[in-house]
Structure formats: C-alpha cells, structure tokens
C-alpha cells in the first residue's frame, strides 16, 4: 500500500514538477507508467446576470493530463452558442448580374466566347489602377482603347468597360496577376536558399473572427475535405496573444507583438511606416519566392487603421489597392458580389491565378478575407461550397503537392454577444489554426508529422507559426525538440509538454489553460466529490449485489480543482483602442467546477481516478462512469462476474474470492 500511496502522491505532484521542471531535463514523465486517460468532462459554467439560457459546455476526454496545460476541448454546438447561428439565404444573387465578360486567365486578358455569341463584337476599353506610395492612392494608368482578348494584362488590377455591337454595355473591375519579369528573374540572395530549406510554398488562407468551433460550424465542407480528404490537422489548443487582428498577423508575420516592434500608430510622436518591420515575406523573397498578400476591407486594413501602413509595396502581388477601389462601388453590385463572382470566390481565384503565374518558383501567398465573418457569425457559411472547390482544384492541379497549406483565423468572435458565455470567452481566444503537409513530405519527414501530430495538443501561437515558417526556410533536422526557453517554438518541433502560457507570451487573461489548484483531501467538497463516485460505483454493481460487495471510501488520495482562470471570466474587453490595456472589471463567475481525485475503496484496496463536476448552484456532484478509471490492477477480485458482464470488472469485489 505504501508503495502505491507512494506513485500516487507522485502522480498528483507531476503537474507541479512540469511547472518547475527545467528545459534540457529528460522529458518523460513519470507519469507515463500509470499514464491513464483522465476524463476531462463537463465544466458547465454559468455567466453572468445578463445572460439567459443553457451555457454549460463539454470539456471533452482531453488527452492532456500529462502535460502543464489542460487546455478545453470545447463543444462544436452547444446550445450557449445555438442561439447565434442562423442558416443564411444560398445561394448568393451574384449570378443575377449576368455572367461577366471579361476574365483573366495566367496574366492574360480574355473576352468570354459566350458574352460575344450573345452580344457580337466586344469592345473595351482597359483601364490600369495602379498604386501610389501611401497605400491609400489608387490612379488610373493609361487607357488602352481596344484591349483584344488574347493580350497581356499590364496590371494586376484594371477596369474593363465593354461595349457590345448589340449596344449593351458591361463594366468590369478585376484583379488577375499580371505578368512581371523582375520576378520571374529573381534570383536567391547570395548564400540563398539555406542547402537546408524545405522545399515548400506557403499557403494560407484565412477568414477574420473564426473560432475553431465557428469555423467548423460555418465551413463544415471545407473544414471535413481539409481534414479527411488532405488529412489537415487543426491545432486545438491554439492561443491568440491579444486583441485583434494585428496581434494576430503582426506575430505571425514578424516574431513580434506591436509594443515590440518600432512604434508605427498614427498620431504617435515618432511614429514610421511599417515598411521596416521584420516582414517574414522579406525572408522568403530573399530565399527566391514570389510573394502574395492581401486582405478585404481597406477601410479597416490591418496595418493602415490604427497604423500608418506601407510606403513601398510590401510584396509581389499586394492586393489593397484593389480593395480600395472595388469597396467603393460596391453598392453597385449585388450583396456580396463584385458582377457575377461572390467576392470571396474572387479572392480565392487571385490566389489560383498567383500559382498558375509562378509554376516553377516557390511562393508565399497569404490572403486573409474578413467581409463575411467580420461583422457577424452566419454569413461565412456562404463561403464554404467555394471555399473547398477551391481547395479542390488546387490539389488536382498539383499544387498542393509541394505546398504548405494553412487555414487560420486570427480570433474568435468578438461580438458581446457570442462573447458573453465562457465557451464565447474560450472561442475567442481559440481560432481555427489548420496546418497540411503534402503527402509526399509526409513520407520524407516523418518525425515532423510526428511532432506536428503531438502539438495538435500542446499550447500553441502565433508566435509558433513564425517560427514555423523560419524553421521551413532553414530546417534543422538535429534539433526534435522544442526549447521551452523560446516563446515562438516551431510546429515541426515537438512543443515541450512542460509549456505554460508565461513561457509562450500568453497574458493570463487569454490564457485558455485551465486553472488548477491541489485541494486538501479533508476539504468538503472533495468529500462529497468522493461521495458521488462511491455512490455511483455502488450502483453500477447494485444489480449483482448478490455478487459484488458493496463498497466503501477508505480515504483520498489525492484531490485537484479545474476552472477557468479568474482573469479570463473577469476579462471585458479593451480599455483602449490599441487593445492593450485590459479591461478586468467583469464579473462573470463559475457555476461549475470540476475536480479531479483519486481514491482508494474497500474491500479490494481499488485505486481510481475520477472526475466530479460540482454545480455550485444546485450544490451537486456528478460523478460518470466514463470518468472513472480503476488504476491498479484488480486480478481475481471480479471473477464472479468477470465474463458475463466485463464492464463490472474494475468495480466488482465478489464476495467469494478465489485463494
Ligand atoms: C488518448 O490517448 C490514448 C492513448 O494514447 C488513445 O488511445 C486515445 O485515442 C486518445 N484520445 C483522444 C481523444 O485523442
Ligand atoms: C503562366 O505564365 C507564365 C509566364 O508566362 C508561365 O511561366 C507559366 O508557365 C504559365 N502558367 C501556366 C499554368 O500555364
Ligand atoms: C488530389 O488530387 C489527386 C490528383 O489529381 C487525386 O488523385 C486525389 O484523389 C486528390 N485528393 C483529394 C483529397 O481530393
């Protein structure tokens, strides 16, 4: 017994010793002997005063007991979060407008066959929009008069005005990628590309204020195509490092939060473009690939709202002057449409038309759409059917074979009201973050899938993904694990298990690791926690009393408490516009708790592992049999019934026992 009391007490010490241990100490834990998949269940939490309804939800099996952060494993629909959704008009009217006439086609201007059968000869008129230094400037090049189908575009972006020998007319605004030779020509930068590079592309696409969940509430065909059909894996306990989208993307691109970068905000004394940031498509250009960014909404653009933007165009391809001009006539245009294209469909295409323009150059493309879920959760749902034709397409022209393809938000909603549950708090500070290999790199760096595979459940950031995307530009194979001592950690590393959100540049009120406390085993509730367990073991015997002794508490081992942290319920909001001060006068407080025992029973000397969920309301325990696990061994003691009903096997003490 004392031997086992023993490993116990160890067990319940492993979460503390993963906090202190040190980097470079040997990584197995201890724990891995008595290693049991710990049920991590049903932490209903009730908010606040102002909310209505159901607002519990499921913390799943969560397969993370043996590492410092014991992350939520949320519910895709709960019903705290059924109320937001609703099914939204399909398809969108775009097809209304009639079909367009004019396309692009690899940097090529082309008049449909169709529009000519149905109007005759076409005329138009070829307008360039071309970018001024400012980054909110767009002019009109010279017009070509007569531009032929056939001919080379000269920009990316142009209108098209048409006339027809039937005397209707149409106009166009289209973004294509057009042709440029000094990127074609481009050459590595001397010593470029690292000899130990992976050769990949970078593609990633995103859509604005998606949890996870949204995500898979809202692109389901999308999200089921990019993990079942291409075998994508989505990071579940990935973690924003703060509010908005430029603490999203500026970590993801530079290494760096705003505060660490040169100060670049409008009206700040010494403020600069953000030209001179650490932009990781500077590294990618220097190793030789073409590049593609670009983002909707340029009224609110990322860098240029709140920051001063860029002077120089910062990539190949960029496509805000598109969207500064397109968004201005957009009442024009059916809801959502730009002529006959949803205008995510048109965003999707510029990033097919960038590959079918670079074939044999790596590329680094990043488009990140956020008209459709900015504003509001349903609509994004318009964009799944094209979203996964895209995805589609793009594997069956081979261009995912050598492609790094990434799905990712930047946040959860963060409209109050999906906001007000604590499975709103958690989804905003868990957006979809979905990484996929080609297979054939599978194949060839299968430690790296091995590691990715093992971060699905470990704490990951923005900051990861940088330091992802240098690792791919200078790939250490020596090097397996991830050093805990760096707050970006490679996914193609193994993210140390002892990872907490201080060492990974979490503030506590984003960290989604779920708080935990040892709890004295003389303390009341773990009492009655112990209580609901025994209870429920005895009932699951009762029908074979006969048989299986009823069977008593002989103590508690060992007793941990699981809620959310207090600075997440307590968290507002931002106090200022630059989100970065945190507005903690909320009030939001747990109604649910969950703790986690092991104890001992007699006879038999049974040692378990349980969770109880503790409704605070109702002053409830509950106890399930799929979160109890039996950790010794219980030979002989359940002979009695050990064939006929082998789910009884770990609770049932015959009351004849074998010598
Ligand atoms: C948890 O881990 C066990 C053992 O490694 C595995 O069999 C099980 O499928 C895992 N469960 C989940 C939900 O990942
Ligand atoms: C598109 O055009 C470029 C430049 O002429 C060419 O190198 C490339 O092969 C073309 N792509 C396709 C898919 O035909
Ligand atoms: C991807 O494309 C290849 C080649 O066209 C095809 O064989 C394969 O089935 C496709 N995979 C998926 C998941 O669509």
Redesign the pocket.
Known sequence: MGLLANQFAKTTAMALQLRRRCCGTPRRVVITSIWVTTAVLLMGYLAGDDLAGDMSFVIRWANTTDQACLHPVLKVWPKSMKAHYAKVPWPLRCASAGPNWVFVVNGTFRISAQARMSHGRITCVYTPLLRLPDDVTVVEGAKLSDMRDGWPITSDFFKANCRASDGSVRDHLISGIAYKDQVHKRRPAPGQPDPAALPLNVLMFGFDSTSHMSWMRMLPRTHR?FTE??GGVVLDAYNIVGDGTPQALLPILTGLNEMELPEARRGHSGANRVDGHPWVWKRFREAGYATQWGEDGAEYGTFQYRMLGFKEQPVDHYMRPFYLEAERQYNRHYPYCLGSLPRHLNMLNWVRQFFDMYPHMPKFSLLFHSELSHDGLNDLQLADKDTEAFL?AM????Y?DNTLLILMADHGARFSSARQSVQGKFEERMPYMGFRFPACFERKYSEVMRNLRTNVHRLTTPYDIHATFLDILKYDSSVNQGDIRQRGISLLKEIPRERTCVDAGIDAHWCVCLAWEAVSTDDTNVKAAANAIVRLINELTGIKRHLCRSLALDYVTSAVRYSPSDRILRYRGSKDDDGRIADLSGSMSVTNVLYQLMLVMSPGGGVFEATVKHDVNRNQFSANVKEISRINTYGQQPHCVADELPHLRQFCYCRSQIQ
């Open positions: 195509y059909a291409l589609r594997n069956a022209s081979g995912l």
